[in-house]
């Protein structure tokens, strides 16, 4: 079945409590970040070890950055740098920068997207919508089924399809989706669908969610082409 998923108005009075907890969450990665760093120079480690320190680092830095413009969006009055962004390259530097995750269960991210595909978004929050997408898509699927990245122009829009073969959901568990803090993962935090809904408001977007329990799920987003010249 299928089922358009609105943004509600709550998502908003809870924005705040959400940047003190991401506020709170930056202070023990910046000490685990500073011990790693420390590790890393120590020269009696093997050269194995020290490129792990060095990929628990990166990892940390990416965290820190979801974290930074985490809280940029939360703050509702600030002012974002309004891009043309190019759909194909975007989504091709998503993927890189998921693969080695998806990967860990045997996920690969096969993309396909048209060239020439624009939309007026902001590249670091279209970068986070499709980021916390696919991840989820990864997280969903523990048995190599893959992951699909479709995009293009439909109508006057801008489609893209993240396709997965995972756990699926059902009527119930999609209706709860974008509500701070639900999670069924037992290390998920509930925020990454709720920051995903905000942004595809902002740009006047839609999102919908597609699923059959057991079976996979695609989510679509869409937002207005705009042409360039
Ligand atoms: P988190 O990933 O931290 O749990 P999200 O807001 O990103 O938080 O997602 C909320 C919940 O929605 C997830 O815990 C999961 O149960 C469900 N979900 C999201 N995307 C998918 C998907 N592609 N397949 C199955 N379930 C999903
Ligand atoms: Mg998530």
Sequence with gaps: YYEQVQQSERLKTTGQLAAAVAHEIRNPLTVVKGFLQLYKKEESFDEQVKRNFALMIDELDAA??????????????KEVKLEKVDVKDALQSVADLLNSYGLLNDNKIDLHVEENCY??????????????????????????????????????????????????????????????????????????????????????GTIEFNSVKGNGTTVTIRFPFVRIN
């Design 64 to 77: 820190e950055h979801v974290i930074s413009h985490f809280l940029t969006i939360a703050k509702p009055n």
């Design 119 to 204: 939309i007026a978004i902001n590249l670091i929050e279209f970068k986070q919508l499709t980021i916390n997408l696919v991840k989820n898509a990864i997280e969903a699927s523990s048995h190599g089924s893959g992951i699909t990245v479709i995009g293009g122009k439909v109508k006057n829009s801008v489609e893209i399809r993240i396709v997965d073969g995972g756990l699926g959901m059902s009527e119930s568990e999609i209706k709860d989706l974008g509500t701070p803090f639900y999670s069924l993962k037992t290390k998920g935090t509930g925020l990454g669908l709720m920051i995903c809904f905000n942004i595809v408001e902002k740009y006047n």
